[in-house]
T-cell receptor, first 116, second 117 residues
């Protein structure tokens, strides 16, 4: 079963507007972490934001915020005031459990295109 | 500070050839990982290591072997390459997970694009 689901293969947003990228996850663990990474056309993976399952506040990092709804198992990324440089692939990922390793499970990604 | 360095960046192989991808990190990270990225499938974990001399299978380990002889290096080997192994390979590293503390963010290398003909 899919552990991370990103239902939007592609999104368009007008420059300076806000955009929400959806992510739902599936886990039976109580302790887990949710991550968002950005992959520009150059290919590198850039860490954006993290939310722990026990964190009571939604995570924010500059223009990025994570809308964490634990009961719905969703961890949507909100980008405010979009810029042309935000055009990229965005991946949601989850680290679950207290098992060995710190490995992440990734969603299929959402391509975001910012229009001028 | 170089972070995570992968070599080579590009490689073309013929079916049945072997090769090794090298990953080196200079952050003294305990954990290291190899992922592959394919269109529409995100990144999938091939193998990982939680310390020098240890390796473990990930989600898609078949056709690959790994070794972690030194803490800073993690090698990914293809003994007999197949066209299905055409992909972009990413190495990553991190500190061990701390319970309820911090993100233990994975730092990724720039990727290695492998084509198997």
């Amino acid at each position: 079963a899919q552990k991370i689901t990103q239902t939007q293969p592609g999104m368009f947003v007008q420059e300076k507007e806000a955009v929400t990228l959806d992510c739902t996850y599936d886990t039976s663990d109580q302790s887990y972490g949710l991550f968002w990474y950005k992959q520009p056309s150059s290919g590198e993976m850039i860490f954006l934001i993290y939310q722990g399952s026990y964190d009571e506040q939604n995570a924010t990092e500059g223009r990025y915020s994570l809308n964490f709804q634990k009961a719905r198992k969703s961890a949507n990324l909100v980008i405010s005031a979009s810029q042309l440089g935000d055009s990229a692939m965005y991946f949601c990922a989850m680290r679950e459990g207290r098992g060995y390793g710190n490995k992440l499970v990734f969603g299929a990604g959402t391509i975001l295109r910012v229009k001028s | 500070n170089a972070g995570v360095t992968q070599t080579p960046k590009f490689r073309v192989l013929k079916t049945g050839q072997s090769m090794t991808l090298l990953c080196a990190q200079d952050m003294n990270h305990e954990y290291m990982y190899w992922y592959r990225q394919d269109p529409g499938m995100g990144l999938r974990l091939i193998h990982y290591s939680v310390g020098e001399g240890t390796t473990a299978k990930g989600e898609v380990p078949d056709g690959y072997n790994v070794s972690r002889l030194k803490k800073q290096n993690f090698l990914l080997g293809l003994e007999s390459a197949a066209p299905s192994q055409t992909s972009v390979y990413f190495c990553a590293s991190s500190y061990p997970r701390q319970l309820h503390a911090g993100a233990n963010v994975l730092t990724f290398g720039a990727g290695s694009r492998l084509t198997v003909l």
